[in-house]
């Protein structure tokens, strides 16, 4: 599944996306302005271009907006009530 960071700035959006593959990580940017593409070999290589992309679009004032999906998927989220719903209040 893709991960994409979604910026805006002046109404305009740029958006940076991970496809993970079995041989490699496909990095993808594109905005209104130009697109392009990178192949990566390694989840290191992935998360140094990833930040480094965003640190050059939040110089120039981009602002991130989202990521989609969200992090917790399937079993990850929660369903129905909780047990005990008041478990971080201090009860005196």
Not at 43 to 48: I, K, L, P, R, S
Request: proline share 3%; glycine share 8%; with cysteine.
């Amino acid at each position: 599944m893709a991960t994409t960071w979604i910026f805006e700035f002046d109404g305009d959006r740029s958006y940076i996306q991970r496809q993970d593959e079995p041989d490699r990580i496909f990095i993808r940017t594109w905005s209104s302005l130009d697109q392009g593409a990178t192949i990566v070999h390694s989840d290191f290589d992935a998360v140094q271009l990833i930040r480094a992309l965003e640190q050059e679009l939040e110089s120039r004032g981009w602002v991130l907006i989202g990521q989609c999906p969200e992090r917790r998927q399937g079993a990850d989220r929660r369903t129905g009530e909780r047990a005990t719903p008041g478990r971080r209040r201090l009860v005196l």
